[in-house]
T-cell receptor
Framework: QKEVEQDPGPLSVPEGAIVSLNCTYS??????FMWYRQYSRKGPELLMY????GNKEDGRFTAQVDKSSKYISLFIRDSQPSDSATYLC?????????FGKGTTLSVSS | SQTIHQWPATLVQPVGSPLSLECTVE??????LYWYRQAAGRGLQLLFY??????ISSEVPQNLSASRPQDRQFILSSKKLLLSDSGFYLC?????????????FGPGTRLTVT
């Protein structure tokens, strides 16, 4: 079993929709969880950083961690065409980040 | 504010040729530095990381090597490129006091080996 699994999509939604992006992880010892956004042919950009369980909100973005089910989510409210990108989840394992393969999101106007 | 630079942005090299990619960070001291490769369908793969000058840890043994000659400079090298070395190479840094948790990526170098 891979350590971090993420549905690659693609996911297509209309502008204004609520988007839910999800990852599962295998090791219950993981405590730090990240979401990155990557535009085509660019480096990933850190969006959200959460520790342990719970929610963290930043503008239209909410990151949620459910450690009991080893499930992490990113919600985007009022999605915009500029949100069209690949979203990568990551977990901190010691001195390294383990990334999911990313979900490609397309928001149409 | 901190800035991370990578060059070149794009590179096309023949099989068997050498490689040198450079990464520099501005606006911080003693960063942790990382090299990743992103290949289609394979996600981000950590290649090397460094916690200080001359200190390099390799995650994936292969024909690549890394060096850190200065505090904010990280270099990825190869003596002889393989076709399988093609990919998008990303440098990242994290604050020393944050461990590997908050990593900030550079713009990347797209390498095509022909």
């Amino acid at each position: 079993q891979k350590e971090v699994e993420q549905d690659p999509g693609p996911l297509s939604v209309p502008e204004g929709a609520i988007v839910s992006l999800n990852c599962t992880y295998s090791n219950s010892a993981f405590q730090y969880f990240m979401w990155y956004r990557q535009y085509s042919r660019k480096g990933p950009e850190l969006l959200m950083y959460t520790y342990s369980s719970g929610n963290k909100e930043d503008g239209r973005f909410t990151a949620q961690v459910d450690k009991s089910s080893k499930y992490i989510s990113l919600f985007i409210r009022d999605s915009q065409p500029s949100d069209s990108a690949t979203y990568l989840c990551a977990v901190l394992a010691g001195t390294a980040l383990i990334f999911g393969k990313g979900t490609t999101l397309s928001v149409s106007s | 504010s901190q800035t991370i630079h990578q060059w070149p942005a794009t590179l096309v090299q023949p099989v068997g040729s050498p490689l040198s990619l450079e990464c520099t960070v501005e606006g911080t001291s003693n960063p942790n530095l990382y090299w990743y490769r992103q290949a289609a369908g394979r996600g981000l793969q950590l290649l090397f990381y460094s916690v200080g000058i001359g200190q390099i840890s390799s995650e994936v043994p292969q024909n690549l090597s890394a060096s850190r000659p200065q505090d904010r400079q990280f270099i990825l090298s190869s003596k002889k490129l393989l076709l399988s070395d093609s990919g998008f190479y990303l440098c990242a840094w994290s604050p020393r006091d944050r461990g590997a948790g908050e990593q900030y990526f550079g713009p990347g170098t797209r390498l095509t080996v022909t």
